[in-house]
């Protein structure tokens, strides 16, 4: 069956970087795009970056995250990561992994990421 585990989140200074994985398996992973969302308490779950299928040549950026995150995959790990840098308050939020499958959309548990002073 399709699985998606994300790690690396944690507790981190504003300014501070961390590096999110998600390890699947179950399908095709070089045939799908990735993506990585966030939510918080009471809000929507938003779109922070999605990369294409295969070499993931193309990526797409939420305007709040361009410049300080990257999104990049390996085909081989079948892991998609998103590099954090520069982080600040606004960014503390779970970090979810997603693809959209035959079977619909399929997320991972999600990874805290908490940016404090």
């Known amino acids: 069956q399709v699985q998606l585990v994300e790690s690396g989140g944690g507790v981190v200074h504003p300014g501070g970087s961390l590096r999110l994985s998600c390890a699947t398996s179950?399908?095709?992973?070089?045939?799908?795009?990735m993506s990585w969302h966030r939510q918080v308490p009471g809000k929507d779950r938003d779109l922070v970056a999605w990369i294409s299928a295969g070499g993931g040549y193309s990526t797409k950026y939420a305007d709040s995250v361009k410049g300080r995150f990257t999104i990049s995959r390996d085909n081989v790990k079948n892991t998609v990561y998103l590099q954090m840098d520069n982080l600040n308050a606004e960014d503390t939020a779970m970090y979810y992994c997603s693809f959209y499958g035959a079977n619909g959309r399929s997320w991972g548990q999600g990874t805290q990421v908490t940016v404090s002073s």
């Open positions: 179950g399908f095709t992973f070089d045939g799908y795009a």
